[in-house]
């Protein structure tokens, strides 16, 4: 079973600066894609950033020239860095990952994976 756990969410002024870490644990293979979500209250979940299989990275336009995705694959880390930040990014996010897990012997699984959930609060 594979794991993700976030970390790294909080209050912090307009302009200010976090990064969220995710942290994937398990008989991971590989991990193959990420993505980071966020939702805010009373709106649906939006996609916020993503890293492709090839490691290409797409951003939702609302964040483009703010955050950055990264992935550290030797740790099973995962990254998004957020500066100028803005109240309207205030929301939880998420971390999706597709993983290759290795069940047993020669057995794997390829599946996604959510993260629990971090709160971003945007205020001066």
């Known amino acids: 079973q594979v794991r993700l756990v976030e970390s790294g969410g909080g209050l912090v002024q307009p302009g200010g600066s976090l990064i969220l870490s995710c942290a994937a644990s398990?008989?991971?293979?590989?991990?193959?894609?990420v993505g980071w979500y966020r939702q805010a209250p009373g709106k649906e979940r939006e996609l916020v950033a993503t890293?492709?299989?090839?490691?290409?990275?797409s951003y939702a336009d609302s964040v483009k020239g703010r955050f950055t995705t990264s992935t550290d694959n030797a740790k099973n880390m995962m990254y998004l860095q957020m500066n100028n930040l803005k109240p309207e990014d205030t929301a939880v996010y998420y971390c999706?990952?597709?993983?290759?897990?290795?069940?047993?012997?020669?057995?794997?699984?390829?599946?996604?994976?959510w993260g629990q959930g971090t709160q971003v609060t945007v205020s001066s």
């Open positions: 999706t990952a597709g993983v290759t897990s290795r069940d047993s012997g020669t057995s794997y699984t390829a599946k996604d994976y």
């Open positions: 890293v492709g299989r090839g490691g290409s990275t």
């Open positions: 398990g008989s991971i293979v590989r991990i193959n894609t």
